[in-house]
């Protein structure tokens, strides 16, 4: 770390990112804990999938909420207040959580839960605006991105570890939740600034500012609406993988505890995918392409690439189902890093957050319709058709992207700018 917060160098920023790489490992990791705990707590709960659902669906309706609430929130407060309350929040819901009693609990916690986690993208996001030049936003974004394939893919053996080791399914929610607390003391003490985000552009990342863009102002703009269909059609089939995965392994006849590898490539392909895309795209800004362009390179690959995931209803066989997974996954990360980058490349700090915040309930709100369909479905008739609309919804969010995303950006006044 650095020896003086007050005196930041030349290359604190990726400090920063570093940090919140580490946010957003431990909020995978304390989202994933009732995932993976899944088939143990629905056996002893009595729950069928469409119990789990309610309980999936009220993490759902507060994230979704809550990604545009604390997307306004984290723009009025700064980057470093906003972050910080968000981050106590959930910790101390996640280690709570094992004070649940029945379903109707249950959907309690998880919905306190999902209201404290909604602000790490927006944050996040907001600050590589501040401490970032757009040549290296695309790459810091796949770096505190891909710390959500980290955490999901961390997750199985922490918790089953601790689960294991304890005897004891709660303690794995009590252990992982007091993990925001040691990054809570980091973040306190070394995200400050100011610092130049590049040669003439100095910043003030983490302080208050009022967003000078209205939100009905804000969904005029075509720039927006692009911004939205990049998430809002391609995360519903990450948070299927994610929140899923481990009953679709069951229901093709695998035990979680032999197919842990096969658990892990999904989260681990993301990973790559998020440097890739992140990597890849700051590469063509540095060769000179504009940052429409750069960013198009990617996502469009990205979104056509989701439809490798259909060969995976029609077999049986693990290998496939791993592998066919892990491609679809280091495809969409790949595209979710650009489309987590797009609020910063198109709307100044002021508004960042916010539209990152509208973006993130949009994708809330697909999550919400599809997670109540997956749990009927896969109960009535299983999960081979579900897996083939997660593989081909994409491609429309391709063809917006490519209608809506111009080359230009808002400033905070509505003065439309090229990029």
Known sequence: MPASPAAPGRHYRWWIVSLLFLSTVINYIDRQTLSVLAPLIKTEQGWNNQDFGLIVISFRIA??????LSGRMVDRLGTRRGLSLAVAWYSIVAMATP?????????????????????????ATKAVSEWFPKRERALAVGIFDSGSSIGAALAPAIVLGITAWSGNWRWAFVVTGSL???????????????????????????????????????????????????????????????DWFAIYLTSKGFKLEESLLAFWVPFLCADLGNYAGGGLSSYFVHRGWSVEWARKAVFVPGGLGMALLIPAAYTNDLLVI?????????????????????????FE???????????????????????????????????????????????????????????????GKGTVVRV
Not at 63 to 68: A, K, L, P, V
Not at 99 to 123: D, H, I, M, Q, V
Not at 322 to 336: I, L, M, N, R
């Open 63 to 68: 994230y979704t909420i809550g990604q545009s």
């Open 99 to 123: 004070l649940a009693t029945g379903l109707r609990g249950f959907c309690a916690f998880r919905f306190l839960l999902g209201l404290g986690e909604s602000a790490n993208w927006p944050a």
């Open 180 to 242: 925001g607390f040691l990054w809570l003391w980091a973040w306190r003490r070394y995200a400050v600034g100011p610092v130049r985000v590049d040669d003439a552009e100095p910043s003030t990342p983490g302080s208050p500012a009022t967003p000078r863009t209205p939100w009905r102002k804000l969904l005029t703009y075509p720039q927006t609406w692009g911004a939205i269909a990049a998430r809002a059609l391609c995360d519903p089939v990450w948070f299927f993988i994610t």
């Open 322 to 346: 791993t592998t066919c997974f892990g491609v679809a996954t280091f495809c969409y990360a790949a595209g979710s890093t650009i489309a987590n980058t797009l609020p910063a490349d198109l």
């Open 349 to 411: 700090s002021t508004s960042v957050a916010s539209v990152s915040g509208l973006s993130g309930t949009a994708a809330g709100l697909g999550t919400i319709l599809s997670t109540y369909i997956i749990g009927y479905v896969a109960d009535h008739y299983g999960f081979q058709s579900i897996v083939i609309a997660a593989s081909t919804i994409p491609l429309l969010s391709v063809a917006l992207v490519l209608a809506l995303v111009r080359n230009s950006a808002v400033s």
